[in-house]
Each structure stands twice: as structure tokens, then as C-alpha cells.
Nanobody, 112 residues
Framework: QVQLVESGGGLVQSGGSLRLSCAAS????????MGWYRQAPGKQRELVAG???????NYSDSVKARFIISRDNAKNTVYLEMNNLKPEDTAVYYC??????WGQGTQATVSS
């Protein structure tokens, strides 16, 4: 069983930055893809960014050029650097491993 612990959320003003972290632990056979999704109030969960073990990255169009995803394979940790934040980025951010294991979520709130 894989446990994911997220951190780094908080309250920031529009134009500010936050850095999220997600560390995986437990019985991990092989981590292929790690990534982030988010869910805003009243909306469906949506993809933010993903990164494979080989370093292939994809972003949603809404965050491209503002967010940067990275991972440390030795630490089984994925990061999400969020820059130039906008109020519409306000959401609970969830990390995942292989689209199977999910974190509990961390709140990011951007004030205008």
C-alpha cells in the first residue's frame, strides 16, 4: 500500500507563488507516473500536470508556462511549483502515483 503526503498549500495573493510537495512511501513496486490534479468548489477534478519516470511531462493548457512539475525519483517525491497564480487556480490539489494512489489533498487559495 502506498501513502502519499502532500504539503505546501496555503493562501497567496494573485501573482504570487506556491510550491507543493508530495512524498510517497510504503510498498512501492514501481512508480511510473506521478502528477497533480485539482478540484475547485463545484467543479470536477481536473488534470494539472504529470511526469513519467523517464521525465516526460504534460500540463493542462490553463497552467502551461506558469507551473513547473518535477520529481526526485530517489525520494519518491513530486513537486509542483506554481507561479503567477490567479484566483481561478484556487482549488484542492491532489497528487497521485500511477493514477492509483492519491493524496488527501492540499488547499491552495489565491486572493485577488
Amino acid at each position: 500500500q502506498v501513502q502519499l503526503v502532500e504539503s505546501g498549500g496555503g493562501l497567496v495573493q494573485s501573482g504570487g507563488s506556491l510550491r507543493l510537495s508530495c512524498a510517497a512511501s510504503g510498498t512501492i513496486a514501481r512508480i511510473s507516473t506521478m502528477g497533480w490534479y485539482r478540484q475547485a468548489p463545484g467543479k470536477q477534478r481536473e488534470l494539472v500536470a504529470g511526469i513519467t519516470s523517464g521525465g516526460r511531462i504534460n500540463y493542462s493548457d490553463s497552467v502551461k508556462a506558469r507551473f513547473i512539475i518535477s520529481r526526485d525519483n530517489a525520494k519518491n517525491t513530486v513537486y509542483l511549483e506554481m507561479n503567477n497564480l490567479k484566483p481561478e487556480d484556487t482549488a484542492v490539489y491532489y497528487c497521485h502515483v500511477n493514477f492509483v494512489s492519491w493524496g488527501q489533498g492540499t488547499q491552495a487559495t489565491v486572493s485577488s
